[in-house]
């Protein structure tokens, strides 16, 4: 998970650009999938997708970060990932192309 990269336990910020991350992730997943199966795909859509989740790498940090291995701190980490992970996400009614 790429907030374990971060180091672990970031601000509500920096999970907020994750989620948004993960989001353009699999939009410019969907659209190189399509692409593989020959369809066509909105390629100013599909390039502004990767240029804005590059930027939202450069926001958080493109580096892993040491984080603590105390075994309250992971608790506390795994049961704040769980109540992100419960909370409902858009739907994937929208098409990238």
Known sequence: MLTNDLGGDVSYQVASLVRRCVHLERLIERAELALANGAKVNESTYLNAINVLVGL???IGLQ???RSLDLATEIALSQRHA???A??????EQDPA
């Not at 909370?87 to 994937?92: I, K």
């Open 87 to 92: 909370r409902p996400h858009a739907t994937d």
């Open 83 to 85: 109540r992100i992970d």
């Open 57 to 59: 790498f450069g926001k």
């Open 64 to 66: 892993r970060r040491a």
